[in-house]
């Protein structure tokens, strides 16, 4: 098989600026542009904006865009001498005092935190290299003892394990980006520090259905909620960089697992996320142990594996993404790769357009693989019940509405192409036909799968199936 199924995210940054080497990560297999909102400007962001649908047109590709919103950081102030050690066992105090730090203390401008503290807890700063205990607290102060020590230095994060801070996933600074972005015309929002179902609903109400949502799974609090989470959203990223620092290290790869389950059986994209091939932002190779992380994921039918820093501000962008396509490439080869995801048995839903999608998935086996999938659809909604099936072959999504075929390019095995607006199935037979063969998903006597809607013209009305051949 010749066609990446599982989609590629890539960052950019300044390692990535400049519309030729976007278009390198494209040629090298990039699916989906992150534009970090935690950096750049927004006259960055507009520009790569430009460039990413320049190259769409240019190359008859269509790309997602995704904008991902910094959320509250939480974070020290800083050091006179913009760093100090801690020694295991000594004492340390955090307050609301501006005034720079030293060894005995640092400003920690966050009344929210001295809001939630208890006696016992553990704070953690640095993405967890420095661990404290609690012993005393008051309302703009907090005593602790260093229980693991090291280096720190000015602006450094702090994390709360275990606590739901009283704090929305959407600070003002996030505001405004979301509204710049949605302008801008970005396919999806990636939410940052979601902790509770009210997050979401919040930024639904100002997202308006103007883009499609993304949580971003980074605190164990959202944990706790994420089958409501989940049914909320329009997807979810896995992102086991933060995650990993509030809960146990071990048992990230067993909440990466559970939630791709949970996204794959409501029908929810999933991107798995962070230090994926984290040794590449500094070398042309990926460790065996990347390697085998990123197959994994592939493995398990995530729709999407990401890099972040690698194309951001890597020396080796191109390469990464390479790699990445490499993977991808070679599980699909793989006959337990076919085994895992047939294995993956998902109840259809008592309607008509899920009983449809559950018949195409069984004509597939029965035809003995046929070339493709070729949905007609307006919204999307078909060739998301097709890709929820994971049949292992292309699906080609038909569509009159280039948003549409935008989004579904984070989507698993999903490759759109704009078509005229067609008003009967006979219509859409021949044009399935041609475009299959002109985009290599056919060749002649080969057999077509197509799933529409009749009457056409109605999202959400899947109730047709059909056998073309070429």
Not at 392 to 417: C, D, F, Q, Y
């Amino acid at each position: 098989m010749n066609h990446q199924l599982t989609k590629i995210v890539a960052t950019l940054g300044p390692s990535t600026a400049g519309k030729e080497k976007i278009r390198a990560l494209a040629d090298a297999g990039v699916n989906v542009f992150r534009l970090n909102f935690s950096h750049g400007t927004h006259e960055t962001h507009l520009q790569n904006y430009t460039y990413i649908r320049e190259i769409a047109k240019e190359t008859n590709r269509h790309f997602s865009v995704l904008a991902d919103m910094q959320g509250p950081k939480l974070r020290i102030g800083n050091f006179k001498d913009g760093k100090i050690i801690l020694k295991k066992n000594q004492s340390f105090r955090l307050d609301m005092n501006p005034e720079p730090g030293d060894e005995q203390r640092v400003c920690l401008p966050h009344p929210e935190i001295f809001a939630v503290l208890q006696n016992d807890m553990i704070l953690l700063l640095n993405d967890g290299q420095i661990q404290l205990r609690v012993n005393q607290f008051g309302t703009d102060y907090v005593d602790t003892t260093v229980l693991v020590g090291g280096p720190l230095s000015d602006h450094k994060g702090v994390n709360v394990p275990d606590v739901m801070l009283p704090i929305s996933a959407l600070t003002d600074k996030d505001k405004n980006d979301l509204a710049f972005a949605l302008d801008m015309g970005a396919d999806w929002i990636c939410l940052s520090f979601v902790q509770q179902p009210d997050d979401v609903r919040l930024a639904r109400s100002l997202i308006q259905g103007r883009a499609s949502i993304i949580v971003k799974i980074e605190k164990p609090a959202a944990l706790k909620h994420i089958d409501e989470i989940i049914e909320l959203t329009d997807g979810i990223m896995v992102a086991r960089g933060d995650l990993g620092v509030e809960c146990p290290l071990e048992s990230v790869p067993g909440i990466q697992r559970e939630i791709v389950e949970k996204c794959r059986l409501k029908g929810k994209p999933v991107i798995v996320a962070t230090q994926m091939l984290e040794s590449m932002i500094n070398a042309p190779v990926p460790t065996r142990a990347e390697v085998s992380d990123v197959a994994t994921a592939v493995f398990e039918g995530v729709d999407a594996v990401m890099l972040s820093a690698e194309t951001a501000a890597g020396q080796f962008p191109v390469e990464a993404v390479t790699m990445m396509h490499r993977i991808i490439m070679t599980v699909q080869q793989d006959g337990a790769y076919r085994h895992i995801l047939n294995s993956f048995s998902m109840p259809p839903d008592k309607t008509i357009a899920s009983g449809i999608t559950s018949a195409m998935k069984q004509l597939v086996k029965v035809l003995e693989r046929p070339s493709c999938i070729v949905t007609y659809s307006m919204s999307g909604a078909t060739t998301m019940r097709a890709a929820r099936e994971r049949v292992m072959i292309p699906i080609l999504n038909l569509t009159v509405n280039e948003r549409v075929a935008n989004k579904m390019a984070l989507i698993w095995g999903v490759h759109s192409v704009l078509t005229q607006n067609l008003h009967e199935l006979t219509e859409v037979t021949p044009v399935a036909v041609k475009m299959a063969r002109e985009l290599g998903f056919a060749v002649p006597n080969d057999e077509l799968i197509i799933t529409a809607g009749i009457p056409f013209a109605q999202q959400g009305n899947t109730n047709v199936l059909h056998v073309a051949t070429v």
